[in-house]
């Protein structure tokens, strides 16, 4: 019993854990991390480390200062490169997440059914 | 010369490779499959001749080699490009075949072989009729070559210097190994969809040694693709200067795909064993472990996408759909013909029981291969609908892939000891309760010290409680039961995966970078610790120009360096430098901004080396398992 409770404590302070020593990701890392850099073969801004990236971090961290809205960021961006700078479309475009999960839950149903024992 | 001999036995091959197929008589059946190993070995170490004779009149040499290529890059040259690596490609396809037969000589059919060697026909015939590596040049481009014949004994001209391979390719010695690996790994996946095709056909279905043969010829794919994909994240992380090693690129994924169905079927074959159920899923898993190799070529070759990876070159493309197509053909109607059989497949009446939860395992593991193929071609998707370019990028698979990749993780513990019948949970908790809770305050420890997310403080409890318990089972039981090696290797395995997530979740969660503007002999601070700049180096090689800039902590001096290739339009490379300790790397790459200031991107990054002895135990937890191939 002792034990169990014991159990029950730990879950809880883990569960807490995120709350007390939060991650601070900071916006600039957000953003980096989410625009393409163009000229470097699929990686992000906040990855390469060629000219080019670096130059649109510049203008990144710029814009971030100068407390410009997500929108207006995404605007400038996608503006200029088009959308495929975009590496989190998922905000914007629900439907890239729910056309896999559909598919997975169509798949697992099946499945399922398929080995389902009648009683 | 080299070029018509070349084109001349690439014919002979493909012609003893259709007498194969029409071929009655076992005894002659070994000698080709025989002959057939001994062309293609002649044939790869031919086009190695021409590549160190530096003949340019093969346009494939002249394009992707030069004279100033180092040896070894030289000898890696053959598989550097499309029409070489097919032809690697089919020497690993002939080794298979030889070996195939000379594993279940006794009880293949004639039909195993013929679809082997149609198999082979098809991937010989594309250097036959549509792109050879031994195609001779008969028009000089400004350097290398830029119109090709593959005929032989033509007039054929020759390029003075050679144009060299890829930069990306010629940087580091593991670029020698990482792609064969993966080539021996997909090419290795043709075994098991000839043995479950050919047994089904001329067996009808009458037992389950179709499954068996599979399993076991998937043993040498799987270790081949998991060292294969190690390898290419640690050339990418430790060589190429990229921070990452793993993008979700494109090519990526389409190793992971056969990967994550490949280790679906190796659990799922095992319920077929014991319970004979599953038939008909495993059959189309093995059906799905070939196909998805060569949509992976298709999507590399073909140049529908845009990747690190991607070569593309004129028509492979068509040909990879047609391949495709015919061999989706055969595998469906060998499979309607076993209707019947597939129907004897049991239903699962546990599904709390070693059954359910290798269902469950196959359900997560198949569910991720297809978002993960799913996510691949939704850019594809994308342009031809609505004309509209969208990247998918990490956070797709971060929010969908992550979680099933968890859940898997979860399962794993349940593996350890699984009942038949349904496991009684209230009596697990109990019995595992001290190391339970043992488990959870490790984990608070863990994580007392970190920045914390829900996902990090889920995958640390879960990855913890995997390796006490798999810890325990090993001190408890592994000297006292019967050794098995297909439980125990699985174990090994699975705590790899653990060790794995670890350091991969530390690695996601922990990680940051800075960048330092400084010049030459200044120090700079990070992390609690100071690093020296000196002066930078310039070294001029015969294909390349390397920049090194020496950078010192307290204890060692590493480069981090650029290298500048010549005859090559693509951007330079930098390659990093590591400091590293168990729990992080210290990881700087270089920016020269003039002849004495530099700009540094010094990140720090976690868990890798965790991540890396992961792979390393997961990978080589299968070696006993070959072992079984001598019975």
Known sequence: ?119 | MISSIGIVFSWISFSLLVILFFNKKKYYTEILVRINLFIQIFLFCLLEVGLFLNDFSVSYIANYSAKSTPPLYKFASLWGSLDGSILLWNLCLSLFMYLYLKLYKNTSSDLDIKIFSLIMIFFVGYTVFSSSPFAGCIELAAIGCSNSTILPFQELVTSSIGRGPNPLLQNHPLMAIHPPMLYVGYVGMTMPFVAATGRLYSKQGRSNDWVEVAEKTTYIPWLFLTIGITLGAAWSYEVLGWGGYWAWDPVENVSFIPWLLATAFLHSAKIQKSQNTLLNWNYILVGLMFLSTIFGTFITRSGVLISVHAFSNGNIGTYLLFGMLLFSLIFIVIGSKNIDYFSKSKKIDNWFGKSGFFVYNNIFLFSAALVVFIGTIFPLIYETLYDRQITIGRSYYDVIVGPLLLILLGLMIFSIKLPIKNLNFKKWTDENNNLINSSLILSVFILLYLNNSYVLVVTVAISVLLIVLTFKNFYKNFRGQKTNISYWTGQIAHLGIAIFSLGIILNVSQSYSTEKEINSFEEFSFNNQTYFVYDSIEESLPEKNVIKLPISNQSTTKFTSLNIFKNSSQQAISSPAVFRTFLNDIYITVKFIDENSYKLIVRNNYGIFIMWIGLFISSISFLPRLKKYEK
């Open chain 1, 1 to 119: 019993m002792k034990n169990k409770f014991l159990t029950f404590v730990l879950l809880i302070s883990l569960t807490a854990l995120p709350s007390i020593f939060p991650d601070n990701e900071s916006r600039y890392e957000q953003w980096s991390k989410s625009l393409l850099c163009p000229v470097c073969q699929g990686e992000t801004v906040f990855d390469s480390p060629s000219e080019y990236a670096d130059d649109m971090g510049a203008i990144l961290l710029e814009q971030i200062n100068n407390g410009l809205t997500d929108d207006e960021i995404y605007n400038f961006w996608v503006s200029r490169y088009g959308e495929r700078i975009i590496t989190n479309p998922i905000n914007r475009n629900l439907e890239i997440l729910l056309i896999p999960l559909l598919i997975i839950s169509v798949f697992i149903f099946m499945f399922v059914r398929k080995l389902y024992a009648k009683k």
